[in-house]
């Protein structure tokens, strides 16, 4: 069975750092693009940044280029999220997606159909 396993959230306050971690079991990861989203209350699920099957392109919504880093590590099946400089906005719950892309990434909510259970990451003072 296809699962995404986020982990890596947590209390942090701004301009501190945290890395995320999304691990896959029961497929491998190679064929597949990932993205990293994130869902405030009260607003919609957004696409923060994504990565192409080989980890050669990503991608990044405006709002975290510069202070975000995903990467990944095929041979351990898992993508990270690297967290940087946060801001209060940054408070979310993160969850990561799969989706079977040969070419590119995206960060669109649509475009992905296997979804992790989410982590929370407060920033906060």
């Known amino acids: 069975q296809l699962q995404l396993v986020e982990s890596g959230g947590g209390l942090v306050q701004p301009g501190g750092s945290l890395r995320l971690s999304c691990a896959a079991s029961?497929?491998?990861?190679?064929?597949?693009?990932i993205g990293w989203f994130r869902q405030a209350p009260g607003k919609e699920r957004e696409g923060v940044a994504c990565?192409?099957?080989?980890?050669?392109?990503?991608n990044y919504a405006d709002s975290v280029k510069g202070r975000f880093t995903i990467s990944r590590d095929n041979a351990k099946n898992t993508v990270f999220l690297q967290m940087n400089s946060l801001k209060l906005e940054d408070s979310a719950v993160y969850y990561c997606?799969?989706?079977?892309?040969?070419?590119?990434?995206?960060?669109?909510?649509?475009?992905?159909?296997?979804w992790g259970q989410g982590t929370q990451v407060t920033v906060s003072s």
């Open positions: 997606a799969a989706v079977r892309m040969y070419f590119g990434c995206s960060r669109r909510v649509d475009e992905y159909d296997n």
């Open positions: 029961g497929f491998t990861l190679d064929y597949y693009s």
């Open positions: 990565i192409n099957r080989r980890g050669a392109l990503t």
